[in-house]
């Protein structure tokens, strides 16, 4: 059936009266319906508080039920965008000095397709990149660093323009580099090499892009996944074949990438901080247990061993 407009009222008729939805306070509804809308709350975060033999809610859920677990998602998103902005903001400067290291702080090193990985496999995605890095340089952008630099020295270093480019950017400058600039990169971290890192940054992107653009975290997976890294085997993770059951592309891949990507102090108070989103949100819910929402996020029962254990 076409979906049809309907008032913020017939929209509570319709969650009251069709769908059996406890709705205690309706000015509560009413306001949150507005802030939120229809769509974005109740559309995006139904599904776990649906009876599954029925259309309708299961009978101990009320409204303020997925009010509580929306904003519990609305925290992830901000707390794991604070963190996946700390990557992001380590790989530009690693990738800056060690590329400008190798090819100079001109402009035209970057916008040279030989000083990538030019293979047949790599030609359109490098000349694609270069592309995108030409146009900071050709003319006004919205950053005044960059227009300052073009505009009186004539040319803009990497370590200036690599600051206006997205996590996506990045993802690519990095997979497209030459290896040697991969490898150095990669001593800076523990337990992980080259490739591996260029697979995580892929995931890392589209968890990233979810976060910025206010999607559902908690239950999101990727098509994409993170390779098998020492800590999936340390954890005892569930593996009944070739593939784990978790921590490949859910929420736990980008913790278990966190872990590996993130200096260890910035990652012991990013799980410190994830455990006060996790226990506030516990508390105002008691339509879930903590299991319950771990299990939705792909986390196993033993997550917080992750700090227990070395990383190679």
């Known amino acids: 059936m076409e979906k049809v407009f309907l008032s913020y009222e017939q929209q509570l008729k319709k969650l009251q009266e069709d769908k059996k939805l406890n709705i205690p306070d309706r000015h509560y509804a009413h306001e949150m319906l507005r802030r939120y809308s229809y769509y974005s709350l109740i559309s ?3 599904e776990q508080f649906k009876n599954p033999d029925t259309t309708n809610y299961r009978e101990d859920v009320c409204f303020e039920d997925i009010v509580a ?3 519990f998602d609305e925290n992830l998103r901000g707390l794991f965008l604070k963190y996946l902005q700390k990557i992001e903001r380590q790989m530009k400067s690693y ?3 060690y590329f400008c290291e190798k090819y100079g702080e001109r402009q035209e090193a970057y916008l040279t397709s030989s000083n990538y990985n030019y293979s047949n496999k790599n030609k359109r995605d490098v000349d694609r ?5 030409n146009r900071y340089t050709e003319g006004n952008t919205d950053y005044h660093y960059i227009n300052h630099a073009s505009e009186k020295y004539g040319n803009v270093p990497l370590w ?3 600051n206006a480019l997205t996590f996506g950017n990045i993802s690519k400058f990095y997979a497209l580099s030459q290896y040697d600039i991969q490898a150095k990169m990669a001593k800076n971290y523990e337990g992980i090499n080259e490739s591996q890192i260029a697979k995580v940054l892929i995931v890392l992107t589209a968890f990233r892009n979810v976060c910025a653009h206010g999607e559902r975290l908690y239950c999101y997976h990727t098509k994409q996944a993170i390779p098998n890294l020492v800590l999936h085997k340390k954890l005892n993770l569930p593996k009944p074949g070739q593939e784990y059951l978790c921590g490949k592309h859910d929420l736990f891949a980008v913790v278990l990438s966190m872990r590996y990507l993130l200096p260890n102090d910035w990652f012991l108070m990013f799980k410190e ?3 006060k989103v996790l226990t ?4 105002k819910t008691t339509c879930f247990t903590e299991q319950d929402v771990l299990q939705f996020m792909g986390f196993p029962e033993n997550w917080k061993d992750i700090t227990r254990y070395r990383k190679i």
Do not use: C, Q
């Open 44 to 46: 995006g975060y139904k």
């Open 69 to 71: 677990l929306y904003e």
């Open 95 to 97: 990738i800056s000095y």
């Open 129 to 133: 990149l270069i592309k995108i890095l």
């Open 160 to 162: 200036v323009l690599i």
């Open 273 to 275: 901080e994830f455990i």
């Open 280 to 283: 506030h949100y516990i508390k």
